[in-house]
């Protein structure tokens, strides 16, 4: 158990809904990471937030956003879905930002699955 | 850009053998490097890692040295274990500019280890 947790484990929704995934990060980090794994295109990173603010952007669309909260918790949000967008996505989180170099841990992961 | 390259899978192995999954990397400066191990319906997990050159990352058998005059980070074991069986990821941590707190993963190569 990484201690990062993710709800909900599993997504199934329409195409042109909206989503909100919901992480919450081990206690005391205050980096949040988001990725989206899929079989094409691999593992990708999205997004990085650091204590309440965005740092740093990777491959995220425009229909995608993303906040972390005050108590750390943060939610990537998925508008106008559509059939690619279906993947599995992953929270991790570190302590800190930078000098974490690297060491990020994993949350078990919310499978979306548009129709 | 900052990228790693791994080898493609999958790569099967009866019980016992010896295993060495190919990684390299491109990046300016001095990155970190990691292998990250994920198990079926989890998420990843940190396996080992090197912040320098020369530096040998170590963990339940695996081992993986930081040649920078090779640019490489191959992950050896060996001798594998069935529950050896899972997806194993390089991964390159790059803080330079507007990278700051990023990851890069390699595809990832799928391990089988039969009994």
């Known amino acids: 158990d990484s201690g990062v947790t993710q709800t909900p484990k599993h997504l199934i929704t329409a195409t042109g809904q909206r989503v909100t995934l919901r992480c919450s990060p081990r206690?005391?980090?205050?980096?949040v990471y988001w990725y989206q794994q899929s079989l094409d295109q691999g593992l990708q990173f999205l997004i990085q937030?650091?204590?309440?603010?965005?740092?740093a952007k990777g491959n995220i669309l425009e229909r995608f956003s993303a906040q972390q909260f005050p108590d750390l918790h943060s939610e990537l949000n998925l508008s106008s879905l559509e059939l690619g967008d279906s993947a599995l996505y992953f929270c991790a989180s570190s302590p800190l930002s930078g000098v974490s170099r690297g060491e990020q841990y994993f949350g078990p992961g919310t499978r979306l699955t548009v129709t | 850009g900052d990228s790693v390259t791994q080898m493609e899978g999958p790569v099967t192995l009866s019980e016992e053998a010896f295993l060495t999954i190919n990684c390299t990397y491109t990046a300016t400066g001095y990155p970190s490097l990691f292998w990250y191990v994920q198990y079926p319906g989890e998420g990843l997990q940190l396996l080992l890692k090197?912040?320098?050159?020369?530096d040998k990352g170590s963990n339940k058998g695996f081992e993986a040295t930081y040649r920078k005059e090779t640019t490489s980070f191959h992950l050896e074991k060996g001798s594998v274990q069935v529950s050896d069986s899972a997806v194993y990821f390089c991964?390159?941590?790059?803080?330079?500019?507007?990278?700051?707190?990023?990851?890069?993963f390699g595809r990832g190569t799928q391990l089988t280890v039969w009994p």
């Open positions: 937030y650091y204590n309440g603010e965005e740092r």
């Open positions: 991964a390159l941590y790059s803080d330079r500019g507007s990278t700051l707190g990023r990851l890069y």
């Open positions: 090197a912040t320098k050159a020369d």
């Open positions: 206690s005391g980090d205050l980096s």
